[in-house]
């Protein structure tokens, strides 16, 4: 079975901008602010479609479920597919947000899963913030009179990103960003989005999101305190010329990051993985002659059936590969 590219779906955001064409060559529609792009979904809001190859127009919880030994290899095939893969650009402000885990997604936000979701920033513009948890001493009372006086940020941890930042962001994590982030994302297959603030947006945009502030005080953990981005352990054993560094092993997913000048072999031999390219151009090559080249922008899912799987990078290229646990 051959890898698979999906067709992106391009969502304007009031928060978004430009730079998802600028740095990550999606097809952008003329003006307008876009903020993300949906690589890699089976949810219903949207289910990602092949894009090329065999199984072109293919939806894929078909895929999935047509040819599960093929993309899941030995591992319990899920239903329907347990993660979502996007890019999002942050040009303005993205809402004051939590996401509830497994147990309370079902009651507060009508979704069958929590969102647990990592981070890895691709640029940022030196005005850049990140908001990620509660500050030490910041309880539900604090967190309330904060929300009454506009005060939010007040009460939340925050840095100034860096290109290469990971963030992992539990279920139950207050988190925000601001002023310019570029950013690759991996999370549970769900929309479970609770908006504690929303900056106090004018007219239309503010009807049009509304909060749920209830909701989100009752998915916060309390207990989580400030999260800083993670640091990397690295990994041992790759093949050919590259660094590989391991930046999340969750319940959910396993997200590696492998910073290449040249060949290398794919450490996932037999399992399904997801490549997010982030930056520079590297070929995807496979067994049965398959050759794909990749740039910045660009989201394969190899099935674990693919054999000799290899990247081959003509020049320095940072990849995401990320694995079901």
């Known amino acids: 079975m051959q890898p698979l590219v999906f067709k992106p779906r391009l969502l304007p955001k009031v928060w978004g901008g430009r730079r998802l064409h600028e740095a990550l060559n999606k097809p952008l529609p003329a003006g307008g602010a876009w903020g993300e792009s949906w690589e890699v979904s089976a949810h219903p809001g949207h289910v990602s479609e092949v894009a090329e190859g065999p199984l072109a127009g293919l939806p894929l919880p078909e895929v999935c479920r047509a040819h599960a030994r093929e993309v899941f290899g030995d591992a319990a095939a899920p239903d329907p597919f347990p993660l979502l893969f996007k890019y999002l650009e942050v040009r303005g402000r993205l809402s004051v947000q939590v996401h509830p885990d497994d147990g309370r997604a079902p009651q507060l936000a009508g979704e069958p899963r929590g969102k647990t979701e990592a981070w890895v920033v691709i640029e940022a513009d030196p005005e850049a913030l990140v908001y990620a948890g509660l500050r030490p001493g910041v309880g539900r009372a604090e967190l309330e009179e904060a929300l009454a006086a506009g005060r939010v940020t007040e009460c939340l941890h925050s840095f100034s990103p860096r290109p290469g930042d990971c963030l992992f962001l539990r279920a139950g994590t207050v988190h925000a960003a601001t002023g310019g982030v570029l950013l690759a994302e991996v999370q549970q297959s769900s929309d479970a989005t609770l908006r504690l603030y929303d900056w106090a947006r004018p007219g239309a945009e503010a009807a049009a999101r509304p909060l749920h502030i209830p909701q989100a005080l009752a998915a916060i953990d309390w207990d989580a305190g400030p999260v800083a981005p993670?640091?990397?352990?690295?990994?041992?054993?790759?093949?050919?010329?590259?660094?590989?560094?391991?930046?999340?092993?969750?319940?959910?997913?396993?997200?590696?990051?492998?910073?290449?000048?040249?060949?290398?072999?794919?450490?996932?031999?037999?399992?399904?993985?997801?490549?997010?390219?982030?930056?520079g151009r590297a070929d995807l090559c496979a067994g049965g002659g398959y050759r794909r080249p990749c740039r910045a922008g660009d989201t394969v899912l190899v099935p674990a059936a693919a054999k000799a799987v290899?990247?081959?990078?003509?020049?320095?290229?940072?990849?995401?590969?990320?694995?079901?646990p």
């Open 230 to 279: 993670v640091t990397g352990r690295p990994l041992d054993g790759l093949d050919g010329d590259v660094r590989g560094e391991r930046l999340v092993g969750c319940d959910y997913f396993r997200l590696d990051r492998f910073r290449a000048a040249g060949a290398f072999r794919s450490p996932f031999a037999g399992r399904l993985s997801v490549w997010m390219v982030l930056d």
């Open 310 to 324: 290899e990247w081959q990078a003509g020049g320095p290229a940072t990849l995401l590969g990320v694995t079901l």
